[in-house]
């Protein structure tokens, strides 16, 4: 039989649904995910990554990555078209809060990120006196999937398998998978611990059914998931939503071939890895032109804020399916070593300084904890175990927080390419990230967001 029209892609959506349906029967079945609070996507991903490697079902992985690298784009366009929505509380503590609570969580990812860079760095330059002679960006790739998770070791990957550094991309998405683990078995039992000792500000608290099983209960008031700013006697609102990321995506699309005939050819093939970057820099700007065309009441934060998630649930099922398992046996060492190291000292560093914040110390640990070891999604879950119904302001200070640390990430993100771009040596590129790490650390210190303990 000849079927008329390619299947292919949507079979692969196909998959991924069934693979996602799967992590949410089984976060709902099986206690030991509730309890770690391990996200259907995750789960879903690691049953799509055995059968993949199994050999049960033969799909490539480069369709896989190909998949998450469009999802990774689409997620950063919406979350630059979302407008703000105003937290609730007094305006002044409101104030405060919108500029002190993100402005430390963007800090310590400054710190973070450079840490886990100059650690993977340094392995690398140790490696060799044991045999193991890797890639000299290699262990950059556990600062990329453990602080801004699989999407960007996916896209920056791909990117040095084009200067010759082989399977980046897997090696990149290994990395981001074994942070989700540091965000879950440590973040979780971290939470609870400091629940038990009395450092929540909430007291005691217990969570929910419906968190635990991640299934709202029938009958149950459910939360909406947005608002019809279109009438639907004319377009659906959800695709008129849809839409906009769609405009956006083709413009940015435009504008990197328009770019590429200026550039030197290098330069314009490493601008496609970077696609989710100048997409969410076009969002901005189709959002400012809205705003001036007083139309910005078209777009819906809700719904946006559903097409994020909904790119990230499937973004991450796709990359951990992606998961080549061979080719991580054959790097299996390095990986463990550099993704050990990095989790404890991130752990570490990340209570050292939480401990001596001014205020919810337990519930902003939390949420950059499960930031910088996973991804934003990570850090709300754990701070819904110490606040169940987002009564602090930590919620919402990780979500500011991306606005202040985008360029400090942007920059970081030049530097790790440093190797490849500019031929800068290894050792250099570590050197330079160590400072980088001890001035956002006295600016820490300088703007009084690192204080005396207070547990």
Known sequence: MEIPFSFKPLLLFGFLSIMLLTGVLLRARVSLLQRFLFPS??????????????GLIKIPASDFETFAYHLFNISFISIGLTRGSEPEGDSSRRGRSMIKGPAWMALVEGVTFPLQAVVGGLLILLFPVFGIRLFPTFGFLSALGF?????QALSVGKVWEGFGFEHAATIGLSFATIGFFFAFFVGVPLVNWGIRKGYSSQGPVT??????????????????????????????SLAFQTALVGLVYVLTYAALILLGKVLPADAANISW???FFFGLAVALIIRWLIGKLGMDHMIDPGIQRRITGWSVDFLIVSTVAAIQLMIVGRFLVPIMVISFVNGIL??????????RLWSYNLERIAAIYGTVTGTVSCGLLLVRIADPEFKTPAAVEVGVMNVFALPVIAGYLVLLNAPVWWDWSLGFTVLVLCGIMAMVLAALRISRLWGSPRF
Do not use: Q, W
Not at 41 to 54: A, T
Not at 147 to 151: F, R
Not at 348 to 354: A, I, M, S
């Open 41 to 54: 996507c995750l789960i879903g991903g690691f049953v799509g990554m055995i059968l993949v490697n199994s």
């Open 147 to 151: 602080n801004e998770g699989p999407g």
């Open 207 to 236: 969570l929910p059914e419906d968190l635990m099983k991640g299934i709202v209960k029938k009958g149950r008031k459910a939360e909406p998931a947005g608002e019809l700013r279109m009438h639907s006697g004319n377009i659906e």
């Open 273 to 275: 890895g970077f696609f």
């Open 346 to 355: 991130t752990t570490v560093v990340v209570v050292y300084l939480g401990r």
